[in-house]
């Protein structure tokens, strides 16, 4: 860049807006982030049930004649697939790419690659997330805080689990979080092109999971309120209201003129309807009793026949704040909320602080309407909101130590400090154990009783499998759900658990699998463990028919 100084030709340097220190704190994440999500990886017995999905819709992006064909007999193309899907394309087509490169490079079974190129994406994702979390840090308040706010999001426990999962959180979270990256510049140094690339990156998390689309409501309402109390220009501030659809749609419209609607999800659809009758619901797993290593379940279910004479909206409330705590790991909301409160001051003079406050009210205010309206709400849904909150609790801790300070001066007295790096510790430290345990061991048998089932199964054998892993190992479900038909089938295997009861919730084909394990001539034919006996084994394969 050059200009002219003085009657003389100047070389002007670029403004840097990263340092060496912003590298080495990135670095210092990174390397954090690798190891906490490479361990998760390295010791996941299984995937979550709904992994499954997601890499089925990939692998039939990579091989779109598998699947069934249309209505009509007609082989699907990829676009009949994203029409077809439930789920936007964005996480499958980032599962596809990942597949892509690891046929290079293993030789393992489809079903296995196919669910570690979902782990992969959404742990690359996690693991970039620390830029924009770090980036949102360091605009809004300092280096350490930014540093603080995405060291504590990577070793939560909720948040390092399920971004280390098969699920869509990691690559959800990064378009959400560049998203409100550039909300905040866009608000603190407004420009169109700012509100315009703002409005991409929320398009972008839209194609992930269609509440993305509530990030918008940050930057749009503040850009309103500027213009109506004329702290920009009324002009301007519509501009760069308008600048900020039109990046949504540029991503956003494409997609929903391609599938007719807003979201194919059901529960996005029931949303949108909030005077029709809502859907029974009922938990299958609300008697359960889990195994030992399972933990508890990652979700709140409304049960019509359980939940009786109750308010649905004051369950709603409960099941929101349980989720959003449990998400946050107890500690951090309280910790924000007393941040927020100290620096309430600041508030009057920095727009970029009201862009996480608008977010967070519109998250919020969805999952209560979920809640309500849908009966369920999952601790996968809060991470956004514990993002955030992440930002304030990180600009709390030196707060807070110099609380503790004045509060307990003794303390210092005897020459223990506390700090806001040692507060930090404190919380990672008591935050790692948690986040580090093996994924769902609970859930291995299933995969070898899959395993087992790819050997010995014949075509023209089915298989009744209500928990879905062992289908999937045994290669009969990657391009489709089921593929059980007793009319045409010499015999039918079923997978069970042999238990009273099963921790798994939400299982509609169980009763049916079990009523099928009773038939005439049902018997187990494998077990697991295999070297325990039957009786005292965790999954059962039981045959009907055949020889």
């Not at 490079?105 to 693991?127: E, F, G, K, W, Y």
């Amino acid at each position: 860049m050059s200009a002219s100084v003085g009657g003389r030709l100047e070389e002007v340097e670029p403004k840097r807006s990263l340092f060496g220190p912003d590298y080495l704190r990135l670095a210092a994440l990174v390397i954090v982030a690798v190891a906490v999500h490479g361990w998760l990886v390295s010791h996941t017995a299984l995937t979550a049930r709904d992994s499954l999905g997601f890499a089925r819709q990939a692998l039939c992006f990579e091989t779109p004649s598998a699947a069934p064909p249309n209505e009509d007999g007609r082989s699907k193309n990829t676009i009949d697939h994203i029409r077809a899907s439930e789920h936007p394309p964005g996480y499958p087509l980032a599962i596809w790419a990942v597949y892509k490169v690891l046929g290079l490079v293993s030789d393992a079974p489809i079903a296995d690659r196919a669910l570690l190129a979902a782990q992969i994406a959404n742990v690359l994702a996690a693991i970039l997330l620390v830029i924009p979390t770090y980036l949102i840090g360091r605009m809004l308040f300092s280096q350490n805080v930014g540093f603080a706010a995405a060291l504590l999001f990577q070793v939560l426990p909720v948040p390092a689990r399920i971004t280390s999962d098969g699920l869509t959180e990691g690559v959800y979270l990064l378009a959400s979080a560049v998203a409100v990256a550039l909300a905040v510049r866009a608000v603190t140094v407004p420009r169109i092109s700012s509100f315009l690339l703002c409005g991409l990156a929320i398009g972008g998390a839209y194609l992930v999971r269609p509440e993305g689309l509530v990030i918008a409501a940050g930057p749009g309402a503040i850009a309103l309120w500027m213009g109506l109390t004329r702290r920009w220009p009324r002009d301007l501030a519509l501009g760069r209201c308008a600048a900020l659809l039109v990046g949504v749609g540029l991503i956003a419209v494409p997609y929903m003129a391609l599938i007719g609607k807003l979201t194919n999800k059901p529960s996005g659809q029931e949303l949108q309807n909030p005077f029709a009758p809502p859907r029974p619901i009922v938990h299958d797993g609300n008697t359960a009793i889990a195994a030992a290593p399972s933990g508890p379940l990652f979700a709140a279910w409304w049960n019509d026949d359980r939940d009786v004479g109750k308010s649905q909206t004051v369950w709603g409330v409960k099941a929101v704040g349980k989720e959003v705590s449990k998400g946050a790991n107890y500690v951090v909301w309280p910790l924000a909320l007393f941040a927020s409160l100290a620096l309430r001051r600041r508030f009057g003079n920095e727009t970029g602080l009201w862009v996480l406050v608008a977010v967070a009210v519109c998250n919020l205010a969805l999952l209560l309407y979920l809640a309500a309206r849908v009966g369920y709400v999952s601790e996968r849904h809060t991470l956004l909101l514990t993002l955030l909150a992440c930002q304030f609790a990180a600009a709390g801790l030196p707060l807070l130590a110099a609380a503790i300070g004045q509060i307990l001066p003794r303390v210092e007295r005897l020459g223990v400090r506390v700090t806001a790096a040692s507060l930090l510790v404190m919380l990672v430290a008591a935050s790692l154990p948690f986040a580090l345990k093996p994924m769902h061991p609970n859930r291995e048998g299933h995969k070898h009783a899959g395993k087992w089932l790819a050997t010995n199964m014949k075509s023209d054998e089915a298989i009744v499998d209500p928990f879905c892993w062992a289908a999937w190992y045994a290669g009969r479900t990657l391009y489709r759900p089921s593929d059980y038909n007793p009319r045409v089938s010499r015999a039918t295997y079923i997978v069970l658990e042999n238990t009273s009861a099963t921790p798994h919730s939400r299982l509609p084909v169980l009763p049916e699998a079990k009523a099928l394990a009773t038939q005439p001539g049902a018997r187990v034919v494998y077990h697991w463990p295999e070297n325990v006996p039957a009786e005292k084994a965790l999954v059962h394969v039981v045959k009907v028919g055949g020889e």
